[in-house]
């Protein structure tokens, strides 16, 4: 698997990947700025994950953005709905159990 979209979802399992080619891509892609500039080349509307992304120079939202899940996340429940969020937020405040 080698594409993933800054929401995290991997386009490779993706079936409009399968069907159109892939329209999404990481934050710091070079490519992701021309896609948000472009609203994915011409092939649909402005993925505000990307864009959000990209203006903070983000790779991957649930990897690299401190502030997962954000208002945005909230407000757009998308690609995500809020019982996720909430689950992450929940988990993320969690300590990693130490390993014997």
Avoid at 2 to 29: N, P, Q
Avoid at 40 to 62: E, Q, T
Avoid at 69 to 84: A, I, M, N, R
């Amino acid at each position: 698997m080698e594409h993933v979209a800054a929401c995290g979802i991997c386009c490779d399992v993706c079936a409009l990947h399968k069907k159109l080619g892939c329209v999404c891509s990481s934050g710091t892609e070079p490519i992701a700025k021309e896609k948000v500039n472009t609203k994915w080349g011409g092939r649909g509307g402005l993925c505000l994950v990307l864009d959000c992304a990209v203006r903070r120079s983000v790779a991957y939202c649930m990897h690299d953005c401190n502030e997962l899940p954000c208002q945005k996340h909230y407000e757009w429940q998308f690609p995500y709905g809020k019982d996720y969020l909430e689950m992450h937020k929940q988990r993320s405040e969690q300590q990693k159990p130490n390993k014997p």
